[in-house]
Every structure is written in C-alpha cells, then in structure tokens.
C-alpha cells in the first residue's frame, strides 16, 4: 500500500492533536518590547493585575454542561413567584415545582434532606433582596467555610442553543469570532513560554465525558486555540476513553522505530517549511496549520512522560449512587478525581483544568444538566451528586489534606453555558435561559471581603445586573496575573467599563473580582 507524504503529515497531525503543549514557536512574544504573551507592558499594567500574593496557585472548573437551573440551586428568591404572596407571575422560579407529582419537597427528602429546611439565606443581591441557596446544593450548604467564600455571579447573554452557548461561556467570544479561545488556551500559553526545562506536563487540561453529545453541542470549545499559535493547545483527555490509551502515549504502534518515525517526519517537515519562506525576508511565512502540528509533533515526543504524571487509573468512570438511583459510569466523579490529581500533582501541578461535566446520569435532553423534561428527577440527581462529590474534595478548616484542594491556594469554578426557564416547559421541564443566570467562584481570591452575590436577577428571570462572560473570562485571567488585553484574548471593547486597557482592568479587578487597589 503507498503511504504519500501528505498521507503521513496528515495521519501524525490528526492522531497527536491533543497532545501540542511542547513547542513555543518563534513567533509567539508579544510584538513591544519582545515579553512573553500574557505579560504587562507597563508599570501601570502591572498595578492593574491581581497581586502576586493573591493569586490562586491553580484553578479548577467545574463546568456542568447543559445549564445549571438557579431557581433551585444558588439564587433562590422565594417571594418571586410565591402563589400566596400576590406575585405578578405565580407558580415561576423557586414555586415551579413545588407541588404535584416529582415536586421539589418529595426529591428533597429522597435526596436526604431529612426533614431539613430547603432554603439557606446567603445574601443580598444588588437590588437588595435576599438570595437563599436551594436544596440541591445541600453539601455546600454544610460547610460554612465554603460559603464564606463563595461569589455569586448573576450572568446574562443571548445565546439559546447550546451550540452558541457553550463557546460564548466557555470563551467569552460567539461562535466564529475567530478570538473564541478556551481559558485553557490562554493559561496554557502564558505558562507554557514561561516553563521551566524538564518539565513535561501540560499547564492546562480539558478533561470531557465520552459518551455524551459534546462536540454535538459545542462544549469542546474549551479546548479551542482562536488565534493563539499551536502551543497554546491544553491537554485533551476524554474519560471513559479506549483501555490502550497508555499504549499510544508510548507509541507502541512504532516498535522499535519510533527514532527512525520521528526522524523522518522531521525531515518532511522541515522540506515543507522551506517552501514557505519569504524570499524578501527569508523568514517563515505566517503557516497556522504548520505551527498545529509542530506543536503536536513536540508533545508527541514527551508524551510517554505522561504515564508517570496522568492519574490515568482516574479515567474510568466509577460506579455510585444518587437519591436512590444507580449507575456504572459516574462521570461526574471521574472528572473531579482526575483534575484534583492533576492540579496536586506534587512535581508537576497544573495551573488550569476544566471538566465538561457528564454528570451522573445524562439528563432528557443528552447533557447531564439539559432538562427538557423530568427537571426535578434530573437535578435533584445531578446536582446533588456534584455537590456532594466536589465537597468532599474539598479541606475543611484544620484538615490540611494534600490530597484535597485547598481554599487558600485553588479556586474553583461552577460554570454552565446558561440556565433554565423561570417557568415549565410542558409538564415536568424546564427550557434553556441565557437571559438570567449564575457562575460561582469559591476560594482562592475569593476571600470573605469578596464573598456574596455580584449582581441581580428579577422575577421574571432576566437579569438586571449582571456579568457578561467576556468580563467573567477576563477577570479569570486578571486573577491569574494574565494581562487579558491582548490580540488573542480580549479587546477593551469586550468590557462595559472604561476606556483604555488599564481602565477596563481595574474595573474588572474591583467590579468583577471585588478587589480593592
């Protein structure tokens, strides 16, 4: 059989997409000044970031994929929609299911609450109301240390489908903006340019739940690269992947010729790289899929270093149980186990991890979270679980385990593409809802001083203060000490407030993050 080399360039780049987080092109330092991506330019810019000492040492987001319902989760305002108090809108938000068949109180009790109150004060939103914390979110209700560093965002934006949602959450960009670039990109990068010798792990990972309709539904723009250079792309790992994904990692597929594989392709690479020179200015013509795979050719080269950083025992989903249903395949668990280990590795730690969130039991609409119909079944079980799951991996005051995240060092995220309806969809669901809903930051620069409810949402569930998910995004890099404003990320435009970079920085570090110069 004849093997062209457009063949072999085009089989190499496809099989090691996922593994690029080798190679720094020559290309990639910021044009003034020659620093590195991600760098101040000034002074100012400087004063602008997150202090150094505020920094999270790593951050871990836990994205639930199909859209968190607020209603009864993180803000709960019972006297919106309350049959009895004379609401304009009776039977909305927190009242939607609270009688009938599969109502809330039922589930409540299935999922152990055990005759305990289901709403828990947390605090004012913006328009002074009281946001209570929901039912399903029990697990963080029990632990105070969380909840005093706890942010609440109220977010909005226009995107009804989830093939538009999950790139403007994931990214901060609509879909085809060719700037959509995950977070994981843009750590990866700024990290990546700063690394140390001999290290071999990936400053950003992606971590998704085979098994659901993620690329269906978009939500792999997490690990999208917009127009950073290839060295930009995270680590993609699908849990629940084939048993021999450690065999590839070795390239097994060699034997005994991997030197010789590598020594050829090497040569029909840099054979197609002089052909793009500029003859004016013999240098290498601007080639973004030459810079894909050169990228993944140097993190095939390390990838069998991995086998000693990967929890890939951690890739297999295990079995569990939720408000009294069972399953073989915990995503949701999966994914927590394999980004803690891989943000505490003891050598090697990470700095960025995302998991797309499969949830314990995928939910009527295919994602874990997309609750068409069965709203209460579905979230009372997914919710639950996740709660329940991420707590548990959490230190409480005096524990000091390693082996959990620490709120003093990581933050954690609790994002999602959007949320629900404030009313039914049919007789048991709720619809998708972009117009009003909340994103979660708990520890790290989240400290007490930053704890408590960014924004407002009205009763008829669109928000009336709120965040947009290019701010949340960029403050997410401000936070990390990224400079945000940059050709590949965000644009001073992408912001409400301010007029210059600096200006819009500073209203994100104090608006957004609630951090005072």
């Not at 072999?8 to 044009?31: H, I, M, Q, V, Y």
């Not at 000492?53 to 803000?75: H, K, M, Q, S, V």
């Not at 790289?273 to 810079?291: C, N, S, Y």
């Not at 050598?347 to 068409?372: C, I, M, N, R, W």
Request: net charge negative.
């Amino acid at each position: 059989m004849s093997f062209s080399r457009r063949r072999f360039l085009g089989t190499g780049s496809a099989a090691l997409a996922s593994l690029a987080w080798g190679c720094a092109p020559a290309d990639s330092a910021r044009s003034t000044g020659g620093l590195p991506w991600g760098a101040p330019l000034s002074a100012r810019e400087d004063e602008s970031l997150l202090a150094a000492a505020t920094r999270p040492d790593g951050i871990f987001e836990f994205y639930l994929f199909g859209g968190l319902n607020a209603w009864d989760t993180f803000y709960v305002v019972p006297e919106f929609g309350d049959p009895a108090g004379g609401s304009a809108r009776p039977n909305t938000m927190w009242w939607t299911y609270q009688t009938g068949p599969d109502s809330v109180p039922q589930h409540f009790n299935r999922c152990g609450g055990d005759g305990r109150e289901m709403l828990q004060p947390f605090g004012p939103d913006s328009a002074g109301r009281t946001v209570h914390l929901g039912p399903w979110v029990l697990a963080l209700r029990d632990r105070p240390d969380i909840l005093r560093r706890m942010r609440i965002f109220a977010m909005r934006h226009d995107q009804v489908p989830h093939q538009g949602g999950n790139p403007i959450s994931l990214g901060g960009h609509r879909l085809g903006n060719p700037r959509l670039a995950g977070t994981a990109a843009h750590v990866q990068r700024f990290h990546q340019e700063r690394r140390t010798p001999g290290r071999s792990a990936p400053f950003s990972s992606v971590l998704l739940p085979r098994g659901r309709d993620v690329p269906g539904n978009n939500a792999d723009a997490a690990a999208a690269i917009g127009l950073h250079t290839g060295d930009a792309r995270p680590l993609v790992l699908w849990l629940n992947s084939t048993p021999d994904f450690a065999e590839k990692l070795e390239r097994k597929g060699f034997r005994d010729h991997v030197d010789a594989a590598d020594a050829l392709v090497d040569a029909y690479t840099t054979d197609f790289a002089r052909r793009i020179v500029d003859p004016r200015t013999e240098a290498l013509t601007r080639a973004p899929v030459l810079d894909e795979y050169v990228g993944a050719r140097a993190g095939a080269r390390s990838a069998a270093e991995l086998l000693d950083i990967l929890p890939l025992d951690a890739m297999r989903a295990p079995s569990g149980t939720s408000c009294e249903a069972e399953t073989d395949n915990d995503l949701t668990s999966a994914g927590l186990e394999f980004g803690r280990r891989l943000l505490l590795h003891p050598e090697q730690p990470a700095k960025y991890v995302v998991s797309v969130d499969g949830g314990f039991l995928p939910a009527t609409g295919g994602a874990s979270y997309d609750t068409h119909s069965l709203h209460v079944v579905e979230s009372a079980r997914n919710v639950t679980h996740a709660m329940r799951a991420l707590a548990a991996r959490i230190n409480e005051p005096g524990e000091g385990d390693p082996d959990k995240f620490d709120l003093d060092r990581h933050t954690i995220l609790i994002t999602s593409e959007f949320g629900r309806t404030p009313y039914r969809e049919g007789d048991t669901g709720l619809d998708h809802w972009p117009g009003g809903y909340v994103q979660m930051a708990i520890g790290g620069w989240v400290g007490e001083d930053q704890a408590g409810v960014i924004g407002a949402i009205g009763e008829d569930g669109y928000a009336t203060d709120w965040i947009t998910p290019a701010e949340f995004r960029a403050a997410t890099l401000l936070s990390l000490g990224i400079w945000p404003f940059t050709p590949e990320a965000f644009a001073v435009g992408d912001v409400r407030e301010g007029d210059t970079e600096i200006e819009s920085a500073r209203w994100l570090r104090e608006h957004v993050l609630g951090v005072r110069a």
